[in-house]
């Protein structure tokens, strides 16, 4: 039992208790390939354990499955956010102009929540409620981003 | 416990479908709903005037920072060069008048100068925040490096086997080229040499690196400050909506820019 991500991913969200469905990452880059740019086309993990990078602007998508282990972890961090966390702003050092990352987790029942995004308005880091969270959330994701995402992203 | 080893499988368009969450965020933080999202069509690109500066008639200074500049890479240093004095009154700067406005009509410009930069010297990695104190160092006490004005843009090259790094992001991971202003004074942009295949594109290092500097230059003049000039909400500045999609003009190979009159690339 993984939590209540896994209960809420059974395709019946209104009887389901609240928890996370899917966390989904969309990322740009500056002056890049796009095909080489990771995360550009949209990666997902969903609170089974698999995996949807893409589709492709050719339609390509690439599916799998994360680890237990990596889902156990995932579970842990995406589990503590809500809907109703308070967006908050971050600024050290800004992100470079044209670069995004962002990171949102799927409620069962509820729209996605943006608990990290890089490059937005200000090019401040914003994120939704705890900073050690957020951040945590994000570099678990982006470990599987590095791990899963293909790069390049397979032609048609 | 062994780590199981991930399959990956390519599916066609028909598969499972995912939703893209849209590059801008809104002001409450949330993406579109799943139905909303499918809808309707992605919105056509369109770039917005923002009010902010623009470029009329840049002038650029080539800054090329790292000793292999002047030893290895000092042919392609002048080839660079050779480029800005072709390009700055070439029919891709044409192409950009239409995004002039009352304040600020946009034409042809030219190359300033150059420097050969041994000084400070470079690691492996350097941060944009180290590039702007550069910069301006070499403005206050530099006398063949012009000052700033509202024309003046500074392109800094970059030699192998330096990574550009900034706010988590790294040349080659995250981008091959940007530009960026100090305090909406100095307007500049940084070319980090072409080391990876998301950065050449399969073209030879010049051509990877006269593609890069025209996207850059592009957007520099239309959007100096990036996003208080002419910008897309989704799709970003004039040569994000284009990028690696490219020409040749005379001799050199150059990106195609975004053009809202022709609702094309061009």
């Not at chain 1, 967006?87 to 050092?93: G, L």
């Not at chain 1, 990352?101 to 029942?109: P, R």
């Not at chain 2, 770039?47 to 650029?60: C, F, K, M, Q, S």
């Not at chain 2, 400070?120 to 702007?132: E, G, M, N, R, Y």
Request: charged share 20%.
């Amino acid at each position: 039992m993984l939590g209540q991500g896994a209960v809420a991913d059974n395709g019946n969200a209104g009887a389901a208790a609240p928890g996370w469905q899917r966390v989904l990452v969309q990322t740009a880059c500056e002056a890049m390939h796009d095909d080489h740019c990771l995360g550009r086309y949209g990666f997902a993990v969903r609170s089974d354990g698999s995996y949807l990078a893409g589709p492709s602007p050719a339609g390509r998508r690439v599916e799998g499955r994360i680890s237990p282990d990596e889902l156990k972890r995932l579970d842990r961090l995406a589990s503590g956010f809500s809907a109703a966390a308070a967006p908050q702003e971050f600024q050290s050092a800004p992100a470079l102009p044209g670069i995004k990352d962002q990171l949102d987790v799927e409620f069962a029942g509820g729209p996605a929540v943006r608990v990290y995004e890089l490059g937005g308005p200000g090019r401040k880091i914003r994120y939704r409620g705890a900073w050690a969270d957020a951040t945590r959330l994000h570099a678990e994701v982006r470990k599987l981003l590095e791990r899963y995402y293909p790069t390049p992203f397979p032609p048609p | 416990m062994a780590t199981m080893h991930p399959a990956k499988k390519i599916y066609d368009l028909h598969g499972d479908p995912i939703r893209i969450v849209p590059l801008h965020l809104g002001d409450d933080l949330r993406t579109p709903t799943k139905e909303a999202a499918a809808a309707g069509p992605v919105a056509a690109p369109n770039l917005t005037y923002r009010n902010g500066p623009l470029i009329a008639n840049v002038e650029v200074f080539t800054i090329f920072w790292g000793t292999a500049w002047t030893g290895a890479q000092a042919a392609l240093a002048n080839q660079l060069n050779a480029f800005f004095d072709f390009v700055l009154t070439s029919a891709l700067i044409d192409q950009l008048a239409e995004y002039s406005v009352p304040a600020y009509k946009i034409g042809h410009g030219k190359r300033v100068g150059t420097i050969n930069l041994a000084t400070p010297s470079l690691k492996h990695s350097v941060s944009d925040t180290a590039i702007q104190h550069m910069l301006q160092s070499e403005i206050s006490s530099n006398p063949n490096v012009p000052h700033p004005t509202p024309n003046a843009l500074y392109f800094v090259y970059m030699p192998p086997g330096v990574r550009v790094v900034q706010g988590g992001s790294a040349s080659c991971q995250a981008f091959c080229g940007y530009h960026n202003d100090i305090s909406g004074q100095i307007f500049y942009a940084v070319m980090p040499f072409p080391g990876c295949a998301g950065c050449t594109g399969g073209l030879a290092t010049l051509d990877a690196l006269t593609s890069t500097s025209s996207h850059e230059l592009c957007e520099s003049i239309t959007d100096p400050i990036p996003g208080q000039g002419w910008y897309d909400d989704a799709n970003g500045e004039i040569g994000d909506i284009c990028a690696w999609k490219t020409k040749k003009l005379g001799d050199y190979t150059v990106q195609l820019e975004w053009s809202n009159k022709k609702g094309a690339c061009g």
